[in-house]
């Protein structure tokens, strides 16, 4: 792949003594929609906030653009954070300010615009994920779908390289889901930027997603195109695919011993 | 069982080590934001600071003056009962201004704000913490002590010393209500008695303690925000701990202070 814009290189890191992550490395192509696929629990989440510089891993390393960023200091990660763009779960709305202050906040704080203009800027966002007209509204007083909507143009506003979205769809009715998922195109398609999608419904997948990268029990199981996943032989890939609920089988002796708490 | 034992110690141990690391981390970044942040242009969230202000001062003032007013009565009424015996009565006035300016009134008022601002504090970040907005922040390369911390400490430490001349004048009064309502004494005589009795460095410590309150009670607050794990019942937990550590800080200084200025007047 011609000049990923992130590589993961054998990514190492733990909850206290549980291992979430084992040795995961994986490349990131500019200018497409990868997304990172697990059953929960998979450590999915974890990866991305690794990626985010939220969390630093016990060993491995990061490239942004050749740099490493888990050696570097919060000081130089707030120079990076600048050019990238995250859309949380829950939104992440600061729940004291307007949608208009929360869109508006990294320009606030990182550039030294006029006030008018960022207000022009903010608007334009707003209008891009369809919340113009709700400028002055809390978090509170809006739905979950567009507390959503209102952080992803609050992830837009200082238009950045690379968008990171955590389950974008989660929560959302169908029609909805298809909306964010069509929002998402739209912003690959027009703005070109790289987005990495953490994300385990399977619609939403096959909508967006140009690469997919299958993670299970914090191994990398699958990395490659959509078209190449969707043929894939791997019975843990298809088990996610197919929606198959996983049985744990027990012989009768272990069965015996776990239910009546006698270790073995 | 003594492996246990000895484990557990140092469980106990490493992790108040581990929190102690961080509170001084807190502390270190908040003055880096209080002073340094601002001398090189990276802005000052004034607007903030000011809204903290109102809440942490303005808004507290009725309470502070109804139980400074209280605390007055109440040690006019307990000295009366001994001085009387005496043919003291008149150092009714001695004593409640003394001890309000010194003690109460520092005191009353850090345990006030411990329980409405220090809660505050806590619950506040807390709860940014549990809905990722702190993550949020961080995430835009926002800096959350500059934008959560910094216009706390400068709210509570502006604004507790204010407090305190208030509950100073409010203890008084109502050392004066009960000497002039049921002591029978004359109010002139009260009034002169009391400022004669007052020296400045009796207003002056309890203002100094002050300041060191309003910082214990507000990094305790902000830290223990900090510190919130696991939802709604991890907030409750540590917003109930900043009260209380606070609590328990402030009168650990308020000893330790209490003992310095005694030294200092003996002439050490």
Request: aromatic share 6%.
């Amino acid at each position: 792949m011609s000049d990923p814009i992130v590589q993961i290189i054998d990514l190492v890191s733990h909850y206290g003594d549980l291992k979430v992550l084992d040795g995961v490395s994986l490349e990131i192509p500019r200018g497409q929609i990868t997304v990172i696929a697990g059953s929960s629990g998979c450590g999915k989440t974890t990866l991305l906030r690794h990626m985010i510089g939220l969390l630093k891993p016990k060993s491995g390393r990061i490239l942004l653009r050749g740099e490493d960023i888990v050696a570097m200091s919060e000081k130089d990660l707030d120079r990076i954070r600048t050019r990238q763009g995250v859309l949380f779960q829950s939104g992440g709305l600061l729940n004291s300010m307007t949608l208009t202050d929360n869109v508006a906040l990294p320009l606030r704080e990182h550039t030294a615009l006029e006030e008018s203009t960022i207000q022009i800027m903010t608007r334009m966002k707003l209008e891009l994920v369809g919340l113009l007209g709700f400028d002055s509204f809390l978090p509170s007083q809006i739905s979950g779908g567009m507390k959503k909507r209102a952080g992803l143009a609050r992830a837009i506003s200082m238009d950045p390289e690379i968008l990171y979205f955590d389950e974008p769809t989660a929560g959302l009715d169908p029609g909805t889901s298809a909306e964010m998922d069509e929002l998402i195109l739209k912003l690959k398609k027009t703005f070109r930027m790289t987005i990495v999608a953490v994300t385990h419904e399977l619609p939403s997948i096959k909508s967006i997603a140009d690469r997919v990268v299958m993670l299970d029990r914090g191994q990398v199981i699958f990395s490659g195109t959509l078209q190449e996943i969707l043929v894939c032989e791997n019975p843990q890939v298809r088990r996610f695919l197919d929606r198959e609920p996983s049985h744990v089988v027990y012989d009768s002796e272990t069965y015996l011993n776990a239910i009546t708490g006698i270790e073995a | 069982m003594l492996n246990r034992l000895a484990g557990n110690i140092g469980k106990k141990t490493l992790s108040g080590m581990a929190d102690m690391s961080h509170a001084s981390r807190l502390i270190n970044e908040t003055i880096y934001w209080l002073f340094v942040g601002p001398l090189k242009k990276k802005g000052f969230r004034w607007a903030s600071a000011v809204n903290q202000m109102v809440l942490i001062g303005y808004e507290a003032v009725p309470i502070i003056s109804l139980i400074s007013l209280a605390v007055g009565i109440i040690m006019a009424l307990q000295a009366a009962y001994q001085l009387r015996r005496f043919g003291a009565l008149i150092y009714v006035a001695d004593l409640v201004g003394i001890s309000i300016t010194r003690e109460l009134g520092p005191l009353m008022s850090a345990i006030v704000l411990a329980g409405r601002s220090g809660s505050a504090f806590a619950a506040e970040i807390g709860s940014m913490k549990v809905a990722e907005e702190v993550d949020a922040l961080k995430a835009m390369g926002l800096n959350p002590v500059k934008f959560l911390v910094v216009p706390k400490i400068l709210g509570i430490v502006v604004m507790l010393p204010g407090l305190i001349l208030i509950a100073d004048f409010m203890g008084i009064a109502g050392g004066f209500l009960v000497a002039v309502g049921s002591l029978d004494l004359n109010f002139e005589r009260y009034f002169n008695q009391t400022v004669n009795a007052l020296v400045l460095s009796d207003v002056l410590t309890g203002l100094i303690k002050g300041l060191v309150f309003a910082l214990v009670i507000g990094f305790v607050g902000c830290h223990e925000g900090f510190s919130v794990d696991g939802g709604a019942e991890g907030v409750g937990l540590r917003t109930t701990r900043s009260v209380v550590t606070g609590i328990f800080l402030v009168i650990l200084a308020d000893c330790f202070f209490t003992v310095l200025f005694y030294l200092f007047s003996q002439g050490v």
